[in-house]
């Protein structure tokens, strides 16, 4: 399972940084069936995506991480984003889908 922190007083820290991304698993939203019917979206309310190229059901558009995969780590959210980026760049050169 994962891992659950557990907090050690006085340990606190700060970091320079200049990104962060804030991982906080969310669930998907229920009106994404309701409003596009054309994304095929699974029982659960995540929508499907081809893990090669990210590519959804409808055309032009790509998914990646927890409207795929529901709440899930960041580390794979940003594999499925980089396998996405480099689908959308040869879907905007090419145009073919």
Known sequence: GRRRPVPI???NFMIE????????GQSPSPLIANTTP?????????VT???STMKTSKKGVFAAGDIITG???????MGQ???AAKAID???KTGVW
Do not use: P
Request: charged letters at 25%; glycine letters at 8%; a negative charge.
């Open 9 to 11: 007083e006085g340990s």
């Open 17 to 24: 940084a200049d990104v962060m991304v804030i991982a906080i």
């Open 38 to 46: 054309e994304l095929e979206t699974r029982k659960n309310g995540t």
């Open 49 to 51: 995506a081809d893990n």
């Open 71 to 77: 709440g899930a780590t960041v580390i794979l959210a």
């Open 81 to 83: 984003a980089k396998i």
């Open 90 to 92: 040869e879907y905007l």
